[in-house]
């Protein structure tokens, strides 16, 4: 049976959302946590049992047009589930000491497992209940992550509860009414044996419709986004021939919050081709880019195909311009360390 707080507008502020536990689930949840024959792990495992089991009948309840599925792997104190194309981590405990969540460091980071939603349940199972305590989104994860460079300790993030939103209808809302690539993931590389990882996943840019004057909101023009005083000489020849946008990329702490700009630049060319050229510039008004900074070209099949790095006092890194016929796709990757952003590039 699934309850929540049904009086006046004031109460439903104050008071959490409560999902009633039914006779079945502890069953459910005893025979799962049996099967593991580690016996330090039987408690949290039978935890996150009762929060899985209780979250997907809630959801089920809520927005039936949604598919919900359960994920069998529980990893330390969590579990998922997937509702939709949306990803869900469930961190189930007993109780919040010092109102903080910990989250394992590989949900977050590792590809396989980082999800869109970050949802804290606290498993009451003497009162036959568990309250949802809020839900996190991944992108604010990172943004918080980055705001106060927060590391991890023994693997673990401690992320205050109040971070958290409390209101579970906005969870709702998000599963109705937002798509999965609006809150990206991080994806991981196969170029390099390290598989660096990248926290923006983005959709294919075509930049034939430049030359049509069509762009996406997030390409802005070069002015805008570069200082021409601290940047004086863009080494781009015909500067009034063809179409060219810069988007600003953020690397996170691996930059100290810094960003850099990634100029692109497209003309037509005899035979039917199309010249491209690629740059990278400190973006904010710096004069110089970070050393160590990494500019890559890679085929569509993640071959890389040229590759520049920045020097101290580098003002901006360039690759040899090419060409190609339209139709033509391929990646530019940006990195730093073991951090990358790549994005999608259609001629």
Same mark, same amino acid.
């Not at 798509?179 to 959709?203: H, N």
């Given at each position: 049976?699934?309850?929540s707080?049904?009086n006046?507008t004031? +109460?439903r ?7 009633w536990?039914?006779p079945? #689930?502890f069953d459910?949840a005893?025979n ?13 495992n039978?935890?996150?049992t009762?929060? *899985?089991?209780?979250?997907?009948e ?13 994920q069998?792997?529980?990893?330390? !104190?969590?579990?998922s589930?997937?509702?939709g194309?949306?990803?869900f981590?469930?961190?189930?405990t007993e109780?919040l000491?010092?109102?903080?969540v910990?989250?394992? =460091? !590989? ?5 396989? $497992?980082a999800t ?5 349940l606290?498993v ?9 305590? /809020?839900?996190l989104?991944y992108?604010q994860?990172?943004?918080?992550q980055?705001q @106060?460079s ?6 673990? #993030?401690? %992320?205050? %509860?109040?971070? +958290?939103?409390?209101?579970p209808?906005?969870l709702l ?11 990206p ?6 170029t390099?044996?390290a ?6 996943q ?6 034939s419709q430049?030359?049509?004057?069509? +762009? ?5 023009? @070069?002015?805008?986004?570069i200082n ?17 946008r810069?988007?600003l ?5 691996? *930059?100290g ?6 100029l @692109? =630049? ?11 050229l690629?740059?990278?510039h400190p /973006?904010? /008004?710096?004069?110089?880019?970070p ?5 890559? $070209?890679l ?7 040229q ?5 101290n006092?580098d003002?901006?890194?360039q690759l =040899?311009?090419f ?7 391929f990646k ?6 073991s951090v990358s952003?790549?994005?999608n590039?259609?001629l």
């Amino acid at each position: 049976m699934l309850t929540s707080p049904n009086n006046s507008t004031d +109460f439903r502020l104050l008071l959490p959302e409560v999902i009633w536990l039914e006779p079945e #689930y502890f069953d459910q949840a005893k025979n799962i946590s049996s099967q593991s024959s580690d016996e330090s792990s039987q408690w949290q495992n039978y935890l996150n049992t009762l929060a *899985l089991i209780a979250l997907e009948e809630w959801l089920k309840e809520r927005i039936p047009e949604k598919s919900i599925s359960k994920q069998s792997q529980l990893i330390e !104190n969590t579990c998922s589930l997937n509702v939709g194309d949306f990803k869900f981590c469930i961190i189930a405990t007993e109780n919040l000491l010092h109102e903080l969540v910990y989250l394992p =460091k !590989n949900i977050v980071e590792d590809p396989e $497992l980082a999800t869109h939603f970050y949802v804290v349940l606290e498993v009451l199972e003497e009162q036959e209940e568990v309250i949802v305590r /809020g839900c996190l989104r991944y992108d604010q994860l990172v943004n918080y992550q980055n705001q @106060v460079s927060l590391q991890p300790q023994d693997n673990y #993030y401690k %992320l205050p %509860l109040s971070l +958290f939103d409390t209101e579970p209808n906005h969870l709702l809302f998000y599963c109705r009414f937002l798509e999965p690539t609006s809150i990206p993931l991080p994806v991981a590389e196969m170029t390099t044996a390290a598989k660096p990882l990248e926290y923006m996943q983005k959709s294919t840019i075509k930049l034939s419709q430049w030359l049509q004057d069509i +762009f996406d909101e997030t390409w802005q023009t @070069v002015d805008s986004l570069i200082n021409p005083e601290a940047n004086l000489v863009y080494s781009i020849r015909n500067v009034d021939e063809g179409a060219k946008r810069a988007k600003l990329l953020d690397l996170g702490m691996q *930059l100290g919050n810094q960003n850099v700009a990634l100029l @692109v =630049k497209i003309k037509e060319e005899p035979e039917e081709k199309l010249a491209i050229l690629i740059q990278l510039h400190p /973006g904010g /008004g710096a004069r110089c880019l970070p050393p160590n900074l990494k500019l890559i $070209l890679l085929s569509k099949a993640g071959k890389i195909l040229q590759e520049v790095q920045s020097r101290n006092q580098d003002n901006y890194i360039q690759l =040899k311009p090419f060409k190609g016929e339209q139709g033509k796709r391929f990646k530019i990757q940006v990195s730093l360390g073991s951090v990358s952003i790549t994005e999608n590039f259609e001629l």
